[in-house]
């Protein structure tokens, strides 16, 4: 059983910084890609950034120069750091991972956690 647990959420002003991050656990035999995502009430689940096993990196356009993505591959971990934050970076941050067990490699997702970005 795999399982993804993010923290670093909360309550942030605008131009503020918050560091999330997502521990993977389990029978785990390797991990490849590995992102974040975020979702809103009513809106589709989308993108916010995403790294390889080797370290490439892929950004929204509307994050791109403020938020950046980091992972260890010795701890399965991987963490966003987002800088400069607005309004409209408010919603439920998913992380997620391609991650093979027993041969086999799937799609896993955290439970969410919840950042706001209001004054």
């Known amino acids: 059983q795999v399982q993804l647990v993010e923290s670093g959420g909360g309550l942030v002003q605008p131009g503020g910084s918050l560091r999330l991050s997502c521990a993977a656990s389990g029978s785990i035999f390797s991990i490849n890609a590995m992102g974040w995502y975020r979702q809103n009430p009513g809106k589709q689940r989308e993108l916010v950034a995403v790294i390889s096993k080797g370290g490439s990196t892929d950004f929204a356009d509307s994050v791109k120069g403020r938020f950046t993505i980091s992972r260890d591959n010795a701890k399965n971990t991987v963490s966003l750091q987002m800088n400069n934050l607005k309004p409209e970076d408010t919603a439920i941050y998913y992380c997620?991972?391609?991650?093979?067990?027993?041969?086999?490699?799937?799609?896993?997702w955290g439970p969410g956690t919840q950042v706001t970005v209001s004054s």
């Open positions: 997620a991972a391609d991650i093979r067990v027993q041969g086999q490699e799937s799609h896993y």
